[in-house]
Nanobody, 124 residues
Framework: QVQLVESGGGLVQAGGSLRLSCAAS????????MGWFRQAPGKEREFVAG????????YYSESVKGRFTISRDNAKNTVYLQMNSLKPEDTAVYHC?????????????????WGQGTQVTVSS
């Protein structure tokens, strides 16, 4: 049984930083692309960042490019999302996900396992 557990969310002022973690169990992440998505109240879940299994390729949504960094520590079976220069519009529940295949997708159907999410709230 694959489980993904996010942590690190919280309340932060605009301009601040947070680092989210996603710890995986039940399967090694070392051979799977991983991604981060977010869902704000009343909105659909949207892609934030994705990384290939090797970590050599990363993708970001335009809204977070230059501010967020995805990384992975395969030895710890953990994926991270460093979020800097946070804005109120970054407020959402953030979910990590494990890809179905070797493809780093930007849509939900590219991912087969999901964490329960961690709340990030950015105050103005």
């Amino acid at each position: 049984q694959v489980q993904l557990v996010e942590s690190g969310g919280g309340l932060v002022q605009a301009g601040g930083s947070l680092r989210l973690s996603c710890a995986a169990s039940g399967r090694t992440i070392s051979t799977y692309p991983m991604g981060w998505f977010r869902q704000a109240p009343g909105k659909e879940r949207e892609f934030v960042a994705g990384m290939s299994w090797s970590g050599g390729t990363t993708y970001y949504s335009e809204s977070v490019k230059g501010r967020f960094t995805i990384s992975r520590d395969n030895a710890k079976n953990t994926v991270y999302l460093q979020m800097n220069s946070l804005k109120p519009e970054d407020t959402a529940v953030y979910h990590c996900a494990m890809a179905r295949s070797n493809f780093v997708g930007r849509t939900e159907n590219s991912y087969s396992y999901w964490g329960q999410g961690t709340q990030v709230t950015v105050s103005s």
